[in-house]
């Protein structure tokens, strides 16, 4: 990525990635059509619900990718074959402890997470049984999203897109018959989500294995060099950290949301799975960014760096802006693929055409915040989102809840935060740039 045409390159890499994010946001997606339209809107809020759960645990993980991917993207750039194979080792032993580590953590917290959300009574028993079998399975994700870190790091996008598509199609076949077909309920949605990651995790360690390059895995080399941990640390940890604060701060703002009951739960449940596929291309897209600013980086091909920058912006808002529109049009039909109870329908809809407009500022602040990673700077994006996407919206929930205690008031402090965090980081990019490469 340090030579050719500067969008063409933050394309081509974002294309097939975005299209592995569609197909793994299917899991979850698949989850909640199958379950509310098979089992009822109460299944429906109770996936939705354990959403925060699992990101604040696996955001703390995907935060250490991201160091992994840095650290790897910039020794791949400055052509050091023997940084980059020891960077790999050392992030898939990190990876097999880790998976360990939150298996355990993951089943024991969910009964005390669920309380601390305020779940009702009439979905606690389904939302504790899909999150008890998601993380005694949770491995499988764990580490096909870090192999195919790896991959990506070096360029290769296109292997974790086709596990992503063959694995999205086995969730979808074992949805429908263990859920539909055998009638396990929300535990066989769970189940078949758990099978199909698992299946990508081992597709993706085949292709490490097999590969021509020093990226290439070798169980004789799998060693925890502690110089390679210490610089994914330095990079990754400050994104785990953000990544997982926010994502429990995201917990308490569902509890927010299950105080107005189970047909709120389920329209919000809805709204943010659409919501994520809206997302998607942008931070596909800053993901790229992060890989190309790493790797001219290393390179020091620092004009490139600046126009890298500005041209995923571009595209970012671009492609955002053009999926608004049937998002906007066509709000309760998409409302009505998870669930067709008229609350459910009216309040998805809602929650839709009022955060859509505001996506386009989520643009801003994922592609800094990419870019800043890819320079090794992720203590910046870390301090700037958690002040944005923690403090400042806990304090507008708690405010707003007393004052006016809508859902449509509550509901914004998503696009409050959004505000805040684009323009911090903004501003703090064109400071970090003079201040480093013009001095």
């Known amino acids: 990525m340090t030579v050719g045409a500067i969008w063409k390159q933050i394309l081509w890499f974002a294309f097939?990635?975005?299209?592995?994010?569609v197909f793994q946001q299917f899991y979850n997606t698949v989850d909640s059509i199958v379950v509310g339209n098979f089992v009822g809107k109460e299944a429906l809020a109770a996936v939705g619900s354990v959403g925060?759960?699992?990101?604040?645990?696996i955001g703390f993980f995907m935060g250490l990718s991201t160091g992994a991917g840095v650290v790897i993207s910039q020794a791949y750039g400055a052509k050091r074959q023997e940084r980059v194979e020891r960077a790999v080792h050392t992030t898939l032993v990190m990876t097999f402890l880790l998976c360990f580590v939150f298996t355990f953590v993951g089943i024991a917290m969910t009964p005390m997470m669920l309380r601390l959300m305020s779940t009702p009574e009439d979905v606690m028993a389904q939302s504790a049984g899909y999150l008890r079998i998601y993380f005694a399975g949770v491995s499988g994700l764990m580490v096909y999203n870090m192999g195919s870190g790896i991959l990506r790091a070096v360029g290769?996008?296109?292997?974790?897109?086709?596990?992503?598509?063959?694995s999205a199609c086995v969730n979808t076949v074992l949805d429908i018959v263990f859920v539909a077909g055998f009638r396990m309920g929300i535990e066989g949605a769970a189940l078949a989500t758990v099978i199909a990651q698992v299946l990508s995790?081992?597709?993706v360690l085949f292709v490490l294995a097999r590969a021509d390059g020093p990226y290439r895995v070798r169980l004789s080399k799998l060693h925890l060099h502690m110089d390679m941990l210490q610089a994914i640390v330095r990079v990754g940890f400050p994104a785990a950290i953000q990544m997982m604060i926010t994502s429990i701060s995201n917990v308490f703002v569902q509890?927010?949301?299950?105080?107005?009951?189970?047909?709120?739960?389920?329209?919000?449940?809805?709204?943010?799975k659409i919501d994520q596929f809206i997302?998607?291309?942008?931070?596909?897209?800053?993901l790229s960014a992060t890989t190309f600013v790493g790797q001219n980086y290393g390179a020091e091909q620092f004009a490139r760096i600046r126009k890298g920058t500005g041209s995923a912006l571009r595209m970012a808002m671009l492609t955002t802006g053009v999926l608004m529109i049937p998002v906007l049009c066509f709000a309760p039909v998409l409302v009505e693929l998870f669930n067709r109870d008229a609350e459910v329908v009216r309040y998805g809809s809602m929650l839709l055409r009022?955060?859509?407009?505001?996506?386009?500022?989520?643009?801003?602040?994922?592609?800094?915040?990419?870019?800043?990673?890819?320079?090794?700077?992720?203590?910046?994006?870390?301090v700037i989102m958690l002040c944005s996407f923690v403090l400042f919206r806990q304090i507008y929930l708690f405010a707003i809840s007393r004052l006016v205690g809508t859902v449509r008031a509550v509901a914004f402090g998503y696009p409050m935060g959004w505000m805040v965090c684009s323009?911090?980081?903004?501003?703090?990019f064109r400071w970090y740039w003079k201040k480093q490469f013009r001095a």
């Open 16 to 21: 097939p990635l975005m299209v592995g994010n």
């Open 52 to 57: 925060p759960i699992i990101n604040s645990l």
């Open 423 to 428: 323009l911090s980081l903004f501003l703090y």
């Open 279 to 286: 997302l998607l291309p942008m931070q596909s897209i800053a």
């Open 201 to 203: 995790a081992l597709l």
């Open 255 to 272: 509890s927010y949301i299950n105080a107005f009951g189970s047909s709120v739960m389920a329209g919000w449940s809805a709204y943010s």
């Open 354 to 382: 009022m955060m859509s407009p505001f996506y386009l500022l989520c643009c801003i602040n994922q592609v800094y915040a990419g870019s800043l990673r890819g320079l090794g700077n992720s203590k910046a994006p870390m």
């Open 156 to 166: 290769d996008s296109t292997r974790p897109l086709y596990f992503l598509i063959f």
